[in-house]
């Protein structure tokens, strides 16, 4: 099968409703999307993959919910406002901008001009007035990573819950980046979120933390439908590593546009928590162990048997939900030839991922025993809590297929004549990767379904 085009996902998405252009109606603005009725279904459904496996499965991880806006002094600690920035350079011929280690051979992307300006430095973080007043120190940040505020949090969470490392803080949140050229749909935004696990180690356990994380994510990602072969792990040279790191793995998918980064999994060393207990004031962070009483109460834990405070090392494996979408809708997009020379168009998303679980579709919209009974059917499937059951009440039995099997619906349930005619009551099932159709009782819908969605 031909390879997903990034054309082929953006009309989809449009078509039936994942993904709008934000303002749309005004000319759209640059790097900013919306979800639509579907989008927000699968954003879901991913984010709260990610959060099962993250928080639920495991007995190691608590979840934080922080906020947006960011004091500006943890982004000063941080390193951010010194480092997060991007070389921007400008072309002198068609006055356009562009990140300048995204240039190829020196010549302008949009009008192969040589005359571009000197590279100078762009901090990529939106600032935002605080209070009444507009001007001065009286603005904060939108958080750039939500990895900071799990890092100023981290007293607070250990307190609350006695954890001993290793353990981590898992949260899922906007984040805001002025990217010089966002580009490739939803691939480089100006706003998104991430789904971030700031993982606290031992010191000198780190790498060994780094290869588990590393490949649990592989294999997270591989359950989200993704093809092993289009996975790749790039391992970051030192000379490009992010200001906090010592190590990095990109993890790449072959996107629509070639092989980019889908989620970053970095050793963090002790770089955040160490800055933020360095402004502290009170403590002076030689080697990474250190046994300063003073450290009771900073950013610390008690290592119960060496006797000392110590600041733990952090494992990040860093994803952008945005660009998770992107990877499951280019990998579950398939178009297949039907023995009637017709084109069938659909989204092979993984179950637990698909927007819509069930549709339910009375074949005539107008008789009023067909419709009494598919809501019956819906309101009963409601209730095995597996997602959006959706009634499809529009007439027509061979569009509604064609709809489902283009958003991914796994199951379409049609109710006929023979439905409410014939006892016991009986529906049509049908699969939206094979297409067989089969005859179940109206009773054994509810555990054919739950077993189904299982
Ligand atoms: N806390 C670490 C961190 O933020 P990052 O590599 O800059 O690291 C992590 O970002 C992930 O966030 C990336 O792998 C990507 O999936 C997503 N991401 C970053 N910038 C993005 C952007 N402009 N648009 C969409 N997703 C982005």
Known sequence: MPATTMDQLVSLCKRRG?????????????????????????????????????????????????????????LHYSGH?????????????????????????????????????????????????VGPIEGGDNFAYLRPETAQAIFT??????????????????????????????????????????????????????????????????DWWIDQGLDKEKLHVHKIAKEDLAHYSKA????????????????????????????????????????????????????????????????PWVIEPSAGVERGVLAVLTEAYAEETLPNGETRTLL????????????VIPLKRNNAEIVKLAANIKAALMKTGVGRIMLENSGNIGKAYRRHDEIGTPICITIDFESIEKQPASVTIRNRDTMAQQRVAVSDLPAYITDFFR
């Not at 010194?82 to 020196?106: E, M, N, V, W, Y």
């Open 18 to 74: 994942f993904i709008f252009q934000n303002a749309d109606i005004y000319g759209g603005l640059q790097g900013v999307y919306d979800f639509g009725p579907l989008g927000v279904e699968l954003k879901n459904n991913l984010k709260a993959a990610w959060w099962r496996s993250m928080v639920y499965e495991r007995d190691d991880v608590e979840g934080l919910d922080a906020a947006i806006l960011t004091h500006r002094k943890v």
């Open 348 to 359: 092979k998303l993984k179950k637990h991922l698909a927007p819509v679980k069930v549709a």
């Open 153 to 218: 949090q981290f007293k607070n969470v250990v307190d609350a819950t006695a954890r001993k490392a290793p353990f981590g803080i898992a949260q899922i949140g906007k984040s805001f980046r002025n990217e010089i050229t966002p580009r490739n749909f939803i691939f480089r935004v100006r706003e998104f979120e991430q789904m971030e696990l700031e993982f606290f180690v031992k010191p000198g356990t780190d790498m060994e933390w780094l290869e588990t994380w590393k490949a649990d994510r592989i």
């Open 248 to 311: 990095t793995y990109d993890l790449e998918y072959q996107f629509p546009h070639g092989l980019e980064e889908l989620e970053g999994i970095a050793d963090r060393t002790d770089y955040d928590l160490g800055n933020h207990t360095r402004y502290q004031d009170e403590l002076e962070i030689t080697a990474h162990v250190h046994e300063n009483k003073e450290a009771e109460g900073k950013l610390a834990l008690f290592d119960d048997e060496a006797k000392k405070w110590y600041v």
């Open 81 to 129: 406002e010194a480092t997060f920035s991007d070389p921007l350079t400008d072309c002198k011929r068609c006055k356009q901008r562009f990140r300048a280690d995204h240039i190829k051979d020196g010549k302008c992307p949009e009008c192969g001009s040589t005359d571009l300006t000197e590279p100078r430095m762009f901090n990529m973080m939106f600032k935002t007035a």
